[in-house]
């Protein structure tokens, strides 16, 4: 066996069986539309924060995803968003509508705590008010 050719496929396995677990999919979605943090995850996957936080981690120590910190909250945020047309592209190989996928990108939060969504929520009341 040639090694100058089996190096790269088993790179390309190792990313691929780091990325093949469904919820990690569903995190790189939701990231990829800007950043999140484990409770805009925990909110929208509905999942315990235990289980978010190990995909995270993997994710993470796998250089797919960058963080940041704003006091105790860490925000998700992908390093390279081409992963995004990839996933993509394999949805539509996979044979899953893009509308489906697009869902799956929705960032629908009903509570989250996080200083994000605090100014979120303050910038929404301010409107209303100003209605």
Request: hydrophobic share 40%; proline share 2%.
């Amino acid at each position: 066996m040639n090694i100058t050719t089996t190096k790269p496929a088993k790179r390309i396995s190792k990313f691929l069986r780091i990325i093949d677990q469904p919820t990690r999919i569903n995190i790189l979605l939701i990231i990829s539309e800007g950043e999140a943090c484990v409770c805009h995850l925990e909110a929208i996957l509905k999942l315990r924060q235990a289980y978010i936080s190990q995909h995270l981690m993997a994710l993470r120590e796998a250089d797919i995803l960058t963080t940041r910190r704003e006091g105790r909250y860490i925000f998700y945020r992908l390093r390279d968003n081409r992963l995004i047309g990839f996933i993509e592209m394999a949805g539509s190989l996979a044979g899953v509508d893009k509308n489906e996928l697009e869902r799956l990108r929705q960032k629908d939060i009903q509570v989250c705590e996080c200083p994000s969504c605090e100014a979120e929520q303050g910038q929404d009341l301010l409107l209303a008010s100003n209605d």
